[in-house]
């Protein structure tokens, strides 16, 4: 218990109720009390991996099927680890505490990013793929407003299955939102796909690059031969 972040190592151990998160939106230090603050897509088990089978993949990726109890994401939560430096705590689990979590409806999330310029720090807006109608997958995109509390949603004016977002911040921002989001989005009724570019403080679509074929699931572990 006497490591530092500069020496590596654990510096405390925290315990929460059993749940699953497929990736993490952001964390940060709160320098006004000194704990941990934890951003996460939150799933109360992890059944939902049974959509990554290729068979279940093949059947519902791309298109619209009520019965489909696999889309992808989650509930926004967050957690805080206090007294994380507390050295009088010893060695025994701390207790995660949960801060307050979004509606699923409105704010759903997965596949989350962040303004780079605000990993690792207090931030205010996260963004990723997102579902309007259930059984699709993710059919849209998400703007998450964690100060307000409130979500704005991009969804294409055709059904279209979207991938995981990137932020690119405008070349001089004046806020953190101050940029655009690009997306690959596939059609899989014309059997194609489109990179839009959305306006990140605004979610609409404000440009599109049309493709002759399908492209992979988005940039999110894409390879391709040197």
Known sequence: ???????????ARYSAEPFFA???????????????????PWMKNYTFLEAARVKNLR???????????????????????????????????????FD???????????????????????????????VEKPGFLADSLVKIDNQQRKSLVYVPKTETLCSEPIFVASPNPTSEDDGVLLSVVMDSTKRKSSMVVVA???????GRANMPFVMGYGFHATYAAA
């Not at 218990?1 to 510096?11: A, C």
């Not at 993490?24 to 006004?32: H, P, Q, R």
């Open 59 to 97: 059947a519902n990726v791309g298109r619209p099927n009520g019965t489909n109890p696999h889309d992808l994401p989650a509930t926004f939560r967050r957690y805080r680890l206090p007294n994380v430096l507390d050295q009088a705590q010893g060695d025994q689990p701390r207790e995660a505490v």
């Open 100 to 130: 307050f979590e979004l509606p699923f409806g409105t704010c759903n999330i997965e596949l989350p990013v962040l303004n780079d310029a605000y990993r690792l720090k207090p931030s205010r807006y996260a963004y990723g793929i997102h």
């Open 1 to 11: 218990m006497s490591s530092t972040k500069k020496e590596g190592g654990i510096v």
């Open 200 to 206: 990140a403080k605004q979610m609409t679509e404000i």
């Open 22 to 40: 497929f990736h993490s939106i952001g964390a940060y230090e709160d320098t006004a009390d000194g704990s941990i603050v934890v951003d996460l």
